[in-house]
């Protein structure tokens, strides 16, 4: 098991990765927690519930609450928040419950934002059973839903006690959502960790296999550099805006394709593909890094084809929350381990990008 | 005009407290956030904006994107939210825009909540219209909505940028909103400051007859009570639960009758009637300040009878949010111009006092 520190001004928290987890989770909630709080409730699929469930429950003295969360991001809506706060309120919630996220990132978002305004605010615990969920999404407090106009429109900024990422569950994972996950540790390579980016092309095989110690190995790199970043800018008031390379074009895709197609995963990697197009025309990246970088996204690929208009991708970037006061802000890699944001981005560079983006698509 | 100073850990901001405000309220934004945000946003209700919109409106160069909020606290719900929130993304919002939330409790509740989760969190100022929401819940940073199972049982903690509390928009008010809202100011002087009961005592007559200076004393003298409290204890970890005095028995109230036949202010003044009869049993105050509080509290009313049972009442304090863990809390007044919190009433003490408030409640 590795233990990485999240520690930011107004909190710190550990983030734990390795095998057995589940199995022991209430004793760790409990040495985390000072105490197990006298009511647990657990926000999960039914899917997850009824392949990890027992896992989970065995190690509780009494059967917590459980809240099941429809699947799809078109259930992460406010409407299914309610839903789920009046259900914990019947149960008898206080302040003094704890919610614990086990599940993939929509229930980590949902799970965290139904803790941050349940009563103005109860502890939580993230169980991330996905590896998107386990290496991204449920480190850093990041809560939310959607609205109709846009993804995570809505939410809190949330720190949970702890995360718990067990390999483990990992096991159950079709593999289209282990690759699409793996494209949030290639940007963990791309923007920060030159040393990850390596290993990654070294040993895919090995990861894309899911032996334990490689994938052990790329997870507790990706939570170590997002862990870090969140660490010096808890609220994306600057250096964590690196975080997002390629979901300005990545969001854009999943709204223009209405959240169906695409797994997150392969729209990030799909914008990932257009930020290092942009890179290099500006010069932040070289031919040969753009080239080695591409192949290695398209190694942990294959990234489905794309069916979609460039006109609706790009008109669909103009609500991206990074977007202040009418400046655009865009992410690109500076090198092999670095990223920068730059705000002067035109809508024909955009636009060329996105083109270039879909154009490589058509080989998939 | 006075100038209360709110500080915790988190944030520091101010509240104004005078006449003229409204008119140049861009200008005072401008100073206190350093420039006037690109876009602004006004939540507000028709009947305050037919009224006061166009003072509002004035000092602004735009016109700020106006949002109605219907009135009624059944109209202070998630749904409402989203719909909102759905017209600030509409408006093309983004994180930088300021909300302001010009109205009265409902309207500020709402308009802090939309600015704490609309992109995790933009600025927002508060403009309060009626006495309760200058005097209580425009300070402090509780926002929220109600669920069907209990008010307020959703919500954030959000600070304002600043509090703008314009003394001549009460001159639209009703008196019976007025002295609802006194009953804030009842609770202010008897948890925390003798002086403000003694002055509301000596001077009810220009009060209700909202003679400026006198609105002006007990209005900043409220809010410098709770800024007081707020400083010490912004997330409600301890001393700030003496806010709650009556609020128990209040929101019990309220929630028993629907939320329809009581204003606020009116409930919280029943339920100080029941807080003062457990403290009197208690022998936290005597005989003699259980009779002068108690005529206080009747000298603002009248407040309006009760027609409800009293299980009905003693069993909605049991979704009370500041139960923790099973613990029943509830704040007592500790002789004039103090209080704490008792964790060990019984069901039958809170039964007796709900007795005696309902009884007491049959002469009004």
Known sequence: MQTIRVETPSVRYDVFAGSGLLETLAQRIESVAGRLPRRVFV???ASIWALWGHSLQQSFPDAPVVLFLEPGEKHKTLTSAEKLLRQMARAGA???SL???FGGGIVGDVGGF???IYMRGIPFIQVPTTFLAQVDSSVGGKTGVNLAEGKNLVGSFHQPLAVFADIGVLGTLQDRELRAGLMESVKAGIIRDRSL??????HADEVRGRDPKALEKVIAASIRMKAGVVNLDEREIGLRMILNLGHTVGHALEQATGYKSL???EAVGWGM???LYLARKRGTISSAQFDRLQSLIHRYGPLPPLKVRAAKVVAATASDKKNVGGVRRFVLPVGIGDAGVVEDLTAAELESAVGYMLARAKRN
Chains 1, 2 share one sequence.
């Open 99 to 101: 919610l614990i996220a």
């Open 43 to 45: 926000l999960t699929s």
């Open 94 to 96: 206080d302040r003094g």
């Open 273 to 275: 593909v257009a930020s």
């Open 263 to 265: 797994l997150h995963g």
């Open 114 to 116: 139904l803790a941050a």
């Open 197 to 202: 980016v390596r290993f990654m092309e070294d």
